[in-house]
């Protein structure tokens, strides 16, 4: 790699089954007027920077959230379009999808998902070191490509809190079995630099100037608090309903 490049990981906005249920990969489930509010105030923290791509998983909760941070962009940046990669896209969760977060953790997966990731196969779906694997050759991917342009460029990726903690424990030299101990909430931003040498961590799970999130409000009673909320959780101002 020559040269430097900043990437802007963001997860999507919530949705009306964020932190209640593991929607996976269901086609047609946007934001909810809570994570539309979400967009459009990143959208306006990043509107400073100039970003040379924005790139979002195919699923249209992701697609929505890139789409206002694209367009909160000034004309001179040149990012007309919001690219969708597939290899972005939720973990398939397999039989797993669609079920209410706090009814998992009597499934038999649950410990393995919690304490040995790089072994966590989803019945009937995809394993979290496949995950891991697509994701970071992704972003590497979109990388390569920039610097056949930029210098310094700056790529947002949009995509899924496993997706994003997946990515971030590889920045950080993380076993995968480790990356339940990183949280991407919804509509956060964390950011990583790439370098020649090493990539450096520059933000995580940033989402902006508040205190939310930061003391436990017991919203899963049924799960363990050492345990981490399996596709990322709905965040420190969410209701979660029991939808």
């Known amino acids: 790699m020559t040269g430097s490049a900043t990437v802007l990981l963001v997860r999507h906005g919530s949705t009306t089954e964020t932190g209640a249920r593991l929607t996976g990969r269901r086609p047609g489930i946007g934001l909810d007027e809570r994570g539309r509010g979400q967009a459009t105030r990143l959208a306006q923290r990043l509107a400073p920077l100039q970003l040379n791509a924005v790139v979002s998983s195919p699923l249209q909760r992701c697609r929505e959230t890139a789409e206002a941070i694209r367009a909160a962009q000034p004309a001179e940046s040149g990012v007309e379009n919001v ?16 079920k209410l977060l706090v009814d998992l953790v009597d499934e038999p997966a649950w410990h393995t998902v919690q304490h040995h990731a790089s072994a966590a196969r989803f019945p009937g779906g995809e394993g979290l070191a496949e995950v891991a694997h697509r994701a970071t050759r992704a972003v590497r991917d979109h990388i390569e490509r ?15 809190g496993d997706v994003i903690k997946a990515v971030l424990a590889d920045a950080l030299g993380m076993h995968l079995d480790l990356f339940q101990r990183i949280q991407a909430d919804p509509c956060s931003l964390s950011a990583i630099r790439y370098t020649s040498g090493r990539p450096f961590v520059l933000r995580l799970n940033d989402c902006g100037e508040t205190l939310v999130g930061l003391v436990p409000r017991g919203e899963y009673p049924r799960i363990d608090d050492t345990d981490a909320v399996v596709g990322g959780g709905g965040g420190g101002e969410a209701e979660n309903p029991r939808v």
């Open 83 to 98: 690219r969708t990669d597939p290899e972005l896209i939720e973990c398939d969760y397999g039989d797993w999808t669609g």
């Open 146 to 160: 920039l610097l056949d342009t930029h210098q310094h460029p700056v790529l947002l990726v949009c995509s899924h």
